[in-house]
Protein backbone atom coordinates (compact mmCIF):
# COMPACT_ATOMS: atom_id res chain seq x y z
CA UNK A 1 0.00 0.00 0.00
CA UNK A 2 1.36 3.75 -0.88
CA UNK A 3 0.95 6.01 2.12
CA UNK A 4 1.62 9.94 2.25
CA UNK A 5 1.93 11.78 5.44
CA UNK A 6 1.45 14.99 5.56
CA UNK A 7 3.62 16.64 9.01
CA UNK A 8 6.89 15.53 9.67
CA UNK A 9 6.14 15.79 13.32
CA UNK A 10 6.67 13.20 16.01
CA UNK A 11 2.91 12.03 14.94
CA UNK A 12 3.57 11.91 11.75
CA UNK A 13 7.20 10.28 12.06
CA UNK A 14 5.67 7.72 14.33
CA UNK A 15 2.89 7.06 12.18
CA UNK A 16 5.22 6.33 9.38
CA UNK A 17 7.54 4.15 11.16
CA UNK A 18 4.81 1.82 12.27
CA UNK A 19 3.66 1.73 8.37
CA UNK A 20 6.89 0.66 7.30
CA UNK A 21 7.61 -1.76 9.40
CA UNK A 22 4.43 -3.56 7.84
CA UNK A 23 5.99 -2.95 4.69
CA UNK A 24 4.14 0.02 2.87
CA UNK A 25 5.67 2.29 0.71
CA UNK A 26 5.61 5.66 2.71
CA UNK A 27 5.98 9.64 1.58
CA UNK A 28 6.43 12.27 4.14
CA UNK A 29 6.18 15.71 3.08
CA UNK A 30 6.52 18.95 5.56
CA UNK A 31 7.32 22.31 4.79
CA UNK A 32 9.57 22.77 7.62
CA UNK A 33 12.96 22.61 6.82
CA UNK A 34 13.85 21.71 11.05
CA UNK A 35 11.19 19.09 10.51
CA UNK A 36 13.14 17.01 7.64
CA UNK A 37 14.48 14.28 10.29
CA UNK A 38 15.20 12.15 7.69
CA UNK A 39 17.92 10.13 9.50
CA UNK A 40 14.70 9.40 12.29
CA UNK A 41 12.71 7.39 9.77
CA UNK A 42 15.46 7.00 6.51
CA UNK A 43 12.92 4.29 4.93
CA UNK A 44 10.55 6.83 3.79
CA UNK A 45 10.34 9.39 1.14
CA UNK A 46 10.84 13.06 2.26
CA UNK A 47 9.22 15.84 0.43
CA UNK A 48 10.44 19.29 1.41
CA UNK A 49 7.14 21.27 0.54
CA UNK A 50 3.53 22.64 1.28
CA UNK A 51 1.61 19.47 1.50
CA UNK A 52 -1.47 22.33 0.68
CA UNK A 53 -0.31 22.89 -2.49
CA UNK A 54 -1.44 21.43 -5.90
CA UNK A 55 2.07 21.24 -7.40
CA UNK A 56 3.28 19.66 -3.63
CA UNK A 57 0.69 16.89 -4.24
CA UNK A 58 1.34 16.19 -7.87
CA UNK A 59 5.33 16.12 -6.69
CA UNK A 60 4.67 13.22 -4.21
CA UNK A 61 2.07 11.45 -6.61
CA UNK A 62 -0.76 11.74 -4.49
CA UNK A 63 -3.14 10.48 -7.25
CA UNK A 64 -1.36 6.92 -6.98
CA UNK A 65 -1.59 6.36 -3.13
CA UNK A 66 -3.71 4.49 -1.40
CA UNK A 67 -4.71 6.86 1.69
CA UNK A 68 -3.15 10.31 2.70
CA UNK A 69 -2.71 10.53 6.54
CA UNK A 70 -3.44 14.54 7.22
CA UNK A 71 -1.02 14.50 10.26
CA UNK A 72 0.00 17.90 11.07
CA UNK A 73 -0.36 20.61 14.32
CA UNK A 74 -2.65 22.58 12.34
CA UNK A 75 -6.09 21.83 11.88
CA UNK A 76 -6.88 23.90 8.90
CA UNK A 77 -3.90 22.39 7.03
CA UNK A 78 -5.34 18.86 7.92
CA UNK A 79 -8.53 20.12 6.61
CA UNK A 80 -7.41 21.57 3.33
CA UNK A 81 -4.80 18.58 2.40
CA UNK A 82 -7.78 16.47 2.97
CA UNK A 83 -10.06 18.40 0.81
CA UNK A 84 -7.42 18.21 -2.11
CA UNK A 85 -6.35 14.80 -1.55
CA UNK A 86 -10.05 13.76 -1.90
CA UNK A 87 -11.61 16.18 -4.75
CA UNK A 88 -8.26 16.93 -6.87
CA UNK A 89 -6.66 13.51 -6.32
CA UNK A 90 -9.34 10.90 -5.36
CA UNK A 91 -7.34 9.23 -2.97
CA UNK A 92 -9.56 6.21 -1.79
CA UNK A 93 -8.63 7.16 2.00
CA UNK A 94 -8.31 10.36 3.90
CA UNK A 95 -7.49 10.19 7.12
CA UNK A 96 -7.08 13.52 9.60
CA UNK A 97 -5.68 14.17 12.73
CA UNK A 98 -8.00 16.65 15.13
CA UNK A 99 -5.86 18.83 17.56
CA UNK A 100 -8.69 20.82 19.05
CA UNK A 101 -11.73 19.44 19.80
CA UNK A 102 -13.73 21.58 19.59
CA UNK A 103 -13.08 21.58 15.29
CA UNK A 104 -14.13 17.78 15.06
CA UNK A 105 -17.36 18.53 13.97
CA UNK A 106 -16.09 19.74 10.67
CA UNK A 107 -13.83 16.93 9.93
CA UNK A 108 -16.19 14.53 8.12
CA UNK A 109 -17.06 13.74 4.20
CA UNK A 110 -17.98 17.42 3.10
CA UNK A 111 -14.12 18.18 3.96
CA UNK A 112 -13.46 14.66 2.36
CA UNK A 113 -12.51 13.55 5.66
CA UNK A 114 -13.02 9.18 5.89
CA UNK A 115 -12.08 8.75 9.33
CA UNK A 116 -10.93 11.48 11.56
CA UNK A 117 -8.59 10.90 14.76
CA UNK A 118 -8.96 13.53 17.72
CA UNK A 119 -6.42 12.00 20.54
CA UNK A 120 -7.51 14.08 23.04
CA UNK A 121 -11.07 12.04 22.54
CA UNK A 122 -9.27 8.66 22.16
CA UNK A 123 -6.90 9.55 25.35
CA UNK A 124 -10.09 10.33 27.27
CA UNK A 125 -11.88 7.27 26.08
CA UNK A 126 -8.64 5.34 27.10
CA UNK A 127 -8.92 6.72 30.77
CA UNK A 128 -12.76 5.71 30.91
CA UNK A 129 -11.97 2.56 29.92
CA UNK A 130 -9.24 1.49 32.32
CA UNK A 131 -11.27 2.88 35.13
CA UNK A 132 -15.06 1.86 34.27
CA UNK A 133 -16.47 -1.60 35.13
CA UNK A 134 -20.41 -1.90 34.28
CA UNK A 135 -20.23 1.00 32.16
CA UNK A 136 -20.82 1.30 28.73
CA UNK A 137 -17.69 3.84 27.06
CA UNK A 138 -17.91 4.93 23.96
CA UNK A 139 -14.19 3.99 22.15
CA UNK A 140 -13.91 5.17 18.60
CA UNK A 141 -17.02 6.78 15.99
CA UNK A 142 -16.65 6.03 12.62
CA UNK A 143 -17.17 9.60 10.40
CA UNK A 144 -18.16 8.44 7.12
CA UNK A 145 -20.84 5.82 8.81
CA UNK A 146 -21.90 6.81 12.40
CA UNK A 147 -21.07 3.57 13.39
CA UNK A 148 -19.12 3.21 16.90
CA UNK A 149 -16.90 1.08 18.61
CA UNK A 150 -18.26 0.80 22.45
CA UNK A 151 -16.57 -1.60 25.23
CA UNK A 152 -18.23 -2.78 28.26
CA UNK A 153 -16.49 -4.21 31.23
CA UNK A 154 -19.06 -7.63 33.11
CA UNK A 155 -18.90 -6.56 36.50
CA UNK A 156 -18.24 -8.99 38.89
CA UNK A 157 -22.40 -9.12 39.82
CA UNK A 158 -23.16 -8.85 36.66
CA UNK A 159 -26.64 -11.20 35.47
CA UNK A 160 -24.41 -11.48 32.22
CA UNK A 161 -21.84 -14.29 33.90
CA UNK A 162 -22.54 -17.47 33.27
CA UNK A 163 -24.80 -16.78 30.10
CA UNK A 164 -23.72 -18.66 26.64
CA UNK A 165 -23.45 -15.48 23.42
CA UNK A 166 -25.94 -17.22 22.06
CA UNK A 167 -28.16 -16.12 24.81
CA UNK A 168 -27.86 -12.83 24.91
CA UNK A 169 -30.15 -10.54 22.60
CA UNK A 170 -28.16 -7.86 21.69
CA UNK A 171 -30.44 -4.79 19.97
CA UNK A 172 -30.65 -4.45 16.45
CA UNK A 173 -28.01 -2.83 14.55
CA UNK A 174 -25.29 -4.28 17.64
CA UNK A 175 -22.84 -6.49 16.72
CA UNK A 176 -20.59 -7.87 19.68
CA UNK A 177 -17.18 -7.86 17.73
CA UNK A 178 -14.89 -9.39 20.13
CA UNK A 179 -14.46 -10.55 23.64
CA UNK A 180 -11.46 -9.72 25.57
CA UNK A 181 -10.74 -11.80 28.17
CA UNK A 182 -7.16 -11.13 30.30
CA UNK A 183 -4.66 -10.69 27.48
CA UNK A 184 -6.38 -12.57 25.23
CA UNK A 185 -8.57 -11.47 22.26
CA UNK A 186 -11.51 -13.89 21.86
CA UNK A 187 -14.05 -14.13 18.63
CA UNK A 188 -17.30 -14.48 20.11
CA UNK A 189 -19.49 -17.95 19.78
CA UNK A 190 -22.65 -19.07 20.48
CA UNK A 191 -21.55 -21.45 23.33
CA UNK A 192 -19.53 -18.87 24.75
CA UNK A 193 -19.71 -18.23 28.25
CA UNK A 194 -19.15 -15.01 29.38
CA UNK A 195 -16.85 -14.10 32.82
CA UNK A 196 -16.69 -11.58 35.17
CA UNK A 197 -13.96 -8.91 33.68
CA UNK A 198 -14.76 -9.79 29.99
CA UNK A 199 -14.17 -7.02 27.95
CA UNK A 200 -16.85 -6.73 25.15
CA UNK A 201 -16.26 -4.78 22.14
CA UNK A 202 -19.63 -3.83 20.31
CA UNK A 203 -20.10 -2.07 17.20
CA UNK A 204 -22.68 -0.30 16.15
CA UNK A 205 -24.83 1.90 14.18
CA UNK A 206 -25.72 5.26 13.96
CA UNK A 207 -29.12 4.83 14.74
CA UNK A 208 -28.90 2.20 17.98
CA UNK A 209 -29.81 3.72 21.51
CA UNK A 210 -26.96 3.47 23.35
CA UNK A 211 -28.51 4.26 26.79
CA UNK A 212 -31.11 1.07 26.11
CA UNK A 213 -27.90 -0.92 25.67
CA UNK A 214 -26.24 0.17 28.55
CA UNK A 215 -29.64 -0.70 30.65
CA UNK A 216 -29.55 -3.96 29.06
CA UNK A 217 -26.15 -4.63 30.20
CA UNK A 218 -26.54 -3.72 33.55
CA UNK A 219 -29.82 -5.70 33.75
CA UNK A 220 -32.31 -3.03 34.23
Known sequence: MKVVVAGAGS???SIARELLVNDHEVTIIDRQPSAMRVAQVPEADWLLADACE?????EAQVGECDVIVAATGDDKANLVISLLAKTEFGVPRVVARVNNPKNEWMFDDSWGVDVAVSTPRIMTAMV???????DLVKIFTFHQSGADILEFTIPGNSHLIGHTVGECEWPQDTVLAAIVRGDQPLSPQDDDTLEAGDELLFVTGSEVNLEALQKLLAGE
Do not use: I
Not at 54 to 58: E, G, Q, V
Open 128 to 134: EEAVAVG
Open 54 to 58: LSTMD
Open 11 to 13: VGR
